[in-house]
């Protein structure tokens, strides 16, 4: 039994108590994490890339130049200009190229081809066309822009909108494959959230975390904080804790050599402390971690004219640089599919547990600038020395997976 304490009281209000110095953004930033190269990653959410705009963001510590061409197609640009190093975001984009404000280079920017180069006369033999720009195939789904980052040093990778009239060459006797799918094909699958339904409504969710990806996706798996991070009236009160026992088992994905393997919490009744998944009746929730950075949870219940309600989500933990992550929430569900303020009220009360989240990870943040040391118990932390594990054996190619079968873990939460 738990031993029953006095009234806690917080020791500070970091708004009230905290001197600035210890407040202050960390001077020097916490532990890097390695980083997972040749997968796709959010970059941002393709809605604010109307036809011709652009936008910078920064991935696994690249400088990125996002875009939409006129005809709709998007692109993703290393922001530095193959010539002299210039960011092209600090040149022009006219709807179809980007040009370089330092000697005018003019670069196709869904597959990074020079097209000019101002400054070349009749004397010169320098083909502008053999050069290229740093371009990531980007895909739009789920409401972002998916952007592939490779490996350093595999070479130019084509982007899948771009020439999407091109026929390449395929077997004798197949149906021609065209360029963008073809560029596909030897890429991983580009990550979706399941939808169970073709009516639903969906909402998204950001947050900046000041540690590296490592602690914000050990912390999107902990099972043990909940009951200290996520008090609220309308999520759970702390009192609430009670012990719980789950069963895993692993995602091998043979398929692809493991490349995005992780687990799985079985079908299981979701908390029965958490209010708002009383809403649905009796659900069934399965929740899957897979590398390199994705938990989709999804809850299904059938009531009793047999029409199925769900809920699915899909939370990505995203290097921005090796010490500094960014956490994207996308939900979507049929629940009250036609009620108008759902979404507002979903977003909001969203908003709050995410933040509760990030609060948590920015006051962590100040603590890791010093290096502790840090532990993993047993149960409640083994799904993240899964994690550990499985991200290891991805950057070696070593190793078997820590799971080797079906397993139930013990906590209290
Ligand atoms: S640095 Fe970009 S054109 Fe010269
Ligand atoms: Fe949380």
Same mark, same amino acid.
């Given at each position: 039994m738990a031993?029953?304490?006095?009234?806690?009281?917080?020791?500070?209000?970091?708004?009230? =108590?905290?001197?600035?110095?210890?407040?202050?953004?960390?001077?020097?930033?916490?532990? %890097?994490?390695?980083?997972?190269?040749?997968d796709w990653y959010p970059a941002l959410r393709s809605g604010r890339l109307r036809p011709g705009s652009t936008a910078l963001?920064?991935?696994?510590?690249? %400088?990125?130049?996002?875009?939409?061409?006129? =005809?709709?197609?998007?692109?993703?640009?290393?922001?530095?200009?193959?010539?002299?190093?210039?960011?092209?975001?600090?040149?022009?984009?006219d709807?179809?190229?980007?040009?370089?404000?330092?000697?005018?280079?003019?670069?196709e920017p869904c597959s990074g081809r020079c097209e000019e180069i101002p400054s070349l006369t009749r004397f010169d033999h320098l083909v502008p066309q053999k050069i290229y720009a740093n371009a990531?195939?980007?895909?739009?789904?789920?409401?972002?822009?998916?952007?592939?980052?490779?490996?350093?040093?595999?070479?130019?990778? %084509?982007?899948?909108?771009?020439?999407?009239?091109?026929?390449?060459?395929?077997?004798?006797?197949?149906? %021609?494959?065209?360029?963008p799918q073809a560029a596909l094909r030897n890429l991983p699958p580009i990550p979706e959230l399941p939808k169970f339904s073709s009516r639903y409504r969906a909402a998204h969710l950001q947050a900046d975390l000041p540690c590296n990806v490592d602690h914000g996706i050990?912390?999107?798996?902990?099972?043990?904080?909940?009951?200290?991070?996520?008090?609220?009236?309308?999520?759970?009160?702390?009192?609430?804790?009670?012990?719980?026992?789950?069963?895993?088992?692993?995602?091998? =994905?043979?398929?692809?050599?493991?490349?995005?393997?992780?687990?799985?919490?079985?079908?299981?009744?979701?908390?029965?402390?958490?209010?708002?998944?009383?809403?649905?009746?009796?659900?069934?929730?399965?929740?899957?971690?897979?590398?390199?950075?994705?938990r989709y949870e999804t809850i299904r219940a059938v009531n009793a004219k047999g029409r199925e309600r769900w809920f699915a989500s899909l939370t990505t933990v995203t290097p921005v640089t090796p010490?500094?992550?960014?956490?994207?929430?996308?939900?979507?569900?049929?629940i009250a599919y036609h009620l108008p303020l759902v979404t507002p009220i979903a977003r909001y009360f969203g908003a709050k547990f995410v933040a509760q989240d990030q609060r948590t990870m920015v006051e962590q943040a100040r603590g890791l600038r010093f290096h502790p040391g840090l532990m993993l118990i047993d149960d409640a932390d083994l799904p993240a020395k899964w994690y550990f594990a499985l991200k290891q054996r991805r950057l070696t190619g070593e190793g078997d997976h820590p799971l080797c079968g079906p397993v139930e873990l013990h906590w209290r939460s």
């Open positions: 031993k029953q304490h006095a009234r806690m009281r917080p020791i500070l209000s970091p708004e009230r =108590d905290c001197p600035a110095e210890i407040l202050a953004a960390p001077a020097a930033a916490g532990p %890097p994490a390695e980083m997972v190269f040749g963001t920064m991935l696994l510590g690249i %400088p990125m130049l996002l875009g939409r061409k006129q =005809d709709g197609a998007l692109f993703a640009l290393r922001d530095l200009c193959p010539h002299r190093g210039i960011p092209l975001s600090a040149g022009w984009f709807g179809e190229s980007v040009q370089c404000k330092y000697h005018g280079w003019r670069f990531f195939p980007v895909v739009e789904r789920d409401g972002y822009a998916w952007v592939y980052v490779p490996s350093a040093g595999v070479g130019r990778m %084509p982007s899948p909108d771009y020439e999407p009239d091109s026929k390449s060459k395929s077997e004798p006797g197949s149906e %021609p494959v065209s360029q050990i912390g999107l798996m902990d099972p043990a904080h909940g009951p200290f991070v996520h008090r609220a009236w309308w999520w759970r009160r702390a009192a609430s804790i009670h012990e719980k026992t789950k069963r895993f088992e692993p995602i091998e =994905d043979r398929e692809h050599g493991g490349r995005n393997a992780g687990f799985r919490m079985s079908a299981h009744a979701p908390s029965s402390n958490s209010a708002p998944y009383k809403l649905l009746g009796k659900p069934v929730t399965t929740i899957d971690f897979v590398l390199p950075n994705r010490t500094s992550c960014r956490i994207d929430v996308i939900a979507a569900w049929n």
